[in-house]
T-cell receptor, first 119, second 112 residues
């Protein structure tokens, strides 16, 4: 198992274009999370999946953002009509419930992130 | 709403000195607290996870303590090395889904 994988690592786009990021979680992990991080700040929660179900979306996730996790495996995060304010590192993480604590989220493992620059 | 604070924002120590990194959170009703390391331009590497029923966790030169009643966690790194230079982030889990609320991090520089 190679850990959480994200693609692409870097994306430069012009304002108004659409971009899509992909995340492949650790294979046995049923929970998947997307975060956004800007320079000098901690990551901010965007959305969360348990298997294929999207269970929570942050208010940060405007209607230009959409995330999917078909079949409960990989996930995609799409940003439509990108704006300069969307420039950030987009991080994906996965986890499995804590052993012995039914339903409680366990340790999160993050990918290397996808850095988006909107010109 | 849970708020997580890390003070100081930056820290510089000579090699060999012990590092003490602080994390405070406003709501003691957390499930877990996790410490991460982040190198420039990279993702987050998990260091330690402390469950709410635990008081501390240890891994090699790293030791993290958790005091829920006072809303504090401390990460100790013994005998620091230049390779420990990075940003260290703590994150609290306010619900059972595992969603994390992060602090802004402490940037550490260990000078040879």
């Amino acid at each position: 198992d190679t850990g959480v994988s994200q693609d692409p690592r870097h994306k430069i786009t012009k304002r108004g274009q659409n971009v899509t990021f992909r995340c492949d979680p650790i294979s046995e992990h049923n929970r998947l999370y997307w975060y956004r991080q800007t320079l000098g700040q901690g990551p901010e929660f965007l959305t969360y999946f348990q298997n294929e179900a999207q269970l929570e979306k942050s208010r940060l996730l405007s209607d230009r953002f959409s995330a999917e996790r078909p079949k409960g495996s990989f996930s995609t995060l799409e940003i439509q009509r990108t704006e300069q304010g969307d420039s950030a590192m987009y991080l994906c993480a996965s986890s499995f419930p804590s052993p012995g604590l039914a339903g409680v989220g366990g340790e999160l493992f993050f990918g290397e992130g996808s850095r988006l620059t909107v010109l | 709403k849970q708020e997580v604070t890390q003070i100081p924002a930056a820290l510089s120590v000579p090699e060999g000195e012990n590092l003490v990194l602080n994390c405070s959170f406003t709501d003691s009703a957390i499930y877990n607290l996790q410490w991460f390391r982040q190198d420039p331009g990279k993702g987050l590497t998990s260091l330690l996870l402390i469950q709410s029923s635990q008081r501390e966790q240890t891994s090699g030169r790293l030791n993290a303590s958790l005091d829920k009643s006072s809303g504090r966690s401390t990460l100790y790194i013994a005998a620091s090395q230049p390779g420990d230079s990075a940003t260290y982030l703590c994150a609290a889990t306010p619900d059972s889904w595992g969603k994390l609320q992060f602090g802004a991090g402490t940037q550490v520089v260990v000078t040879p």
